[in-house]
């Protein structure tokens, strides 16, 4: 049978101190360090998670104002586009009127080139036909 003496208490009491004495001076700061460690990993994630949210909202903040401003640029892109069409229509007219105009004086100016023309034919007819009218009567 088994018999206790006293070398079973006095290792029964060594290992109780060791094991007290080991969890003070090595178990509990070690245990303290990796506590605080994963906090320290916990909060790092969450920091990162919401860092990565707030990234993803200032894109989305982004993507949208660029959105709007191209939807802005188009508008204003047609505008000019409208306006100059139309600008481009009233001059082609102002052009059309001063080239009838300046055709119809151009025409006048041919029918009074002609109307003297025709004068100074009809005075030459004359003069050469009293000229033949002499030379054949003489």
């Known amino acids: 049978m088994l018999s206790i003496d006293l070398t079973f208490v006095i290792v029964f009491v060594l ?7 080991l ?9 303290r360090i990796k506590e605080k460690r994963e906090s320290l990993v916990r909060e790092n994630r969450e920091a990162a998670g919401r860092a990565l949210e707030s990234y993803e909202q200032a894109l989305q903040k982004i993507e ?4 709007d401003a191209r939807l802005d640029a188009v508008k204003i892109r047609e505008t000019f586009e409208s306006e100059a ?6 001059l082609l007219a102002e052009l059309h009127g001063e080239s009838r105009k300046e055709i119809e004086k151009a025409r006048k100016e041919i ?5 003297r023309l025709k004068a100074e034919l009809s005075a030459e007819v004359e003069r050469l036909a009293e000229k033949v009218e002499k030379k054949v009567l003489l």
């Open 85 to 90: 069409l139309k600008e481009k229509t009233r």
């Open 64 to 67: 949208g104002d660029l959105n």
């Open 15 to 21: 290992v109780w101190v060791l094991v007290l004495f």
């Open 23 to 31: 969890s003070r001076i090595f178990f509990k700061p070690v245990s």
């Open 111 to 115: 029918d009074a080139h002609i109307d």
